[in-house]
């Protein structure tokens, strides 16, 4: 018996035993500060929502714009992510969207303008984190994707930083929901927050889509969680109820989450299939209540 490796892995192994002890002992007392997006109820009014939300322990209710915040804070409700605003160039072509976005020079100063009207707006009301996203690749490199992307949003953030608001770009699937979209692996996500050079900027780190794209998405947490400010839900495959018809266990990706010291929102991003969405929602939430 090769006594001195024994010894230096069982040191090891009780190492890591430790660590993850703190782990959980880190995640024991802390709670998840929920929130679902508006759009995966479409057919259910704000109101009605915002009602049927605080019952069920909502925090939020997201991917809205600054005008919808009366209606929020009647309910004692806030949004965790305003929704990106949108804007047209003069040849037309509507930008802020998923697939035209900040990846491409010529769109800058159309989007610079929009949302420096957004982030006054948002700030106006209230709100501290606006969605903003990549934009496709239609044949860029993700190198002049990254550099595109710092060049447009440095030029937002001076304004953001003052604002006291973080402008978050959401990681996606190119393989199944957005075909060629550029943000969409973790390391490219952090590649730009790291170029960016401001703790304004930050990831969106939606589970579903990286679930799709690279898996490992309790380790790629543990790894990234410096860089992300916002979680998004959803069942793979399929999008739909996060329960145990699909293949992620979203109780263990929780408490993960919370040992990272996250004290942001989630947002459940699924589309309900049964008739009743909202107990599909509750279901959602009480999934997550770890």
């Given amino acids: 018996m090769n006594t001195g490796k024994t010894?230096?892995?069982?040191?090891?192994?009780?190492?890591?035993?430790?660590?993850?002890?703190a782990a959980d002992s880190a995640a024991q007392g802390a709670k998840i500060n929920h929130s679902v997006c508006k759009w995966c109820y479409d057919t259910i009014p704000l109101e009605d929502l915002c009602i049927a939300g605080k019952e069920m322990g909502l925090k939020s209710i997201e991917l809205l714009m600054p005008r919808d915040f009366?209606?929020?804070?009647?309910?004692?409700?806030?949004?965790?992510?305003?929704?990106?605003?949108?804007?047209?160039?003069?040849?037309?072509v509507q930008l802020g969207g998923i697939e035209r976005a900040f990846n491409r020079l010529e769109h800058h100063?159309?989007?610079?303008?929009?949302?420096?009207?957004?982030?006054?707006?948002?700030?106006?009301?209230g709100a501290k984190q606006v969605i903003?996203?990549?934009?496709?690749?239609?044949?860029?490199?993700?190198?002049?994707?990254?550099?595109?992307?710092?060049?447009?949003?440095?030029?937002?953030?001076?304004?953001?930083?003052?604002?006291?608001?973080t402008l978050v770009m959401e990681l996606l699937?190119?393989?199944?929901?957005?075909?060629d979209y550029q943000c969409?692996?973790?390391?490219?996500?952090?590649?730009?927050?790291?170029?960016?050079?401001?703790?304004?900027?930050?990831?969106?780190?939606?589970?579903?889509?990286?679930?799709?794209?690279?898996g490992d998405v309790?380790?790629?947490?543990?790894?990234?969680?410096s860089f992300i400010s916002h979680y998004h839900t959803g069942g793979?495959?399929?999008?739909?109820?996060?329960?145990?018809s699909q293949e992620l266990f979203y109780p263990a990706i929780m408490r993960a989450i919370l040992a990272t010291g996250y004290t942001g929102y989630v947002g459940q991003e699924f589309i309900p299939k049964r008739g009743d969405k909202l107990a599909s929602l509750k279901q959602g939430v009480d999934i997550c209540t770890v």
């Fill in 218 to 225: 309790i380790a790629t947490i543990r790894e990234n969680h």
């Fill in 132 to 165: 903003c996203f990549s934009g496709n690749r239609d044949g860029m490199s993700d190198e002049q994707g990254l550099e595109n992307c710092a060049i447009g949003l440095k030029r937002l953030l001076p304004l953001a930083e003052k604002l006291g608001i």
């Fill in 173 to 179: 699937n190119s393989k199944v929901d957005h075909k």
């Fill in 236 to 244: 793979v495959p399929g999008r739909n109820e996060i329960d145990d």
């Fill in 109 to 125: 100063d159309t989007l610079v303008a929009v949302y420096e009207a957004h982030l006054k707006a948002s700030a106006e009301v």
């Fill in 7 to 21: 010894v230096a892995v069982t040191a090891a192994a009780t190492a890591l035993a430790t660590r993850l002890a």
């Fill in 70 to 92: 009366p209606t929020l804070q009647k309910h004692g409700l806030t949004c965790a992510m305003v929704t990106a605003p949108s804007a047209s160039t003069a040849a037309g």
């Fill in 184 to 214: 969409d692996h973790t390391a490219w996500g952090v590649e730009l927050c790291k170029r960016t050079g401001s703790e304004n900027f930050k990831l969106l780190y939606d589970i579903y889509h990286m679930q799709i794209m690279e």
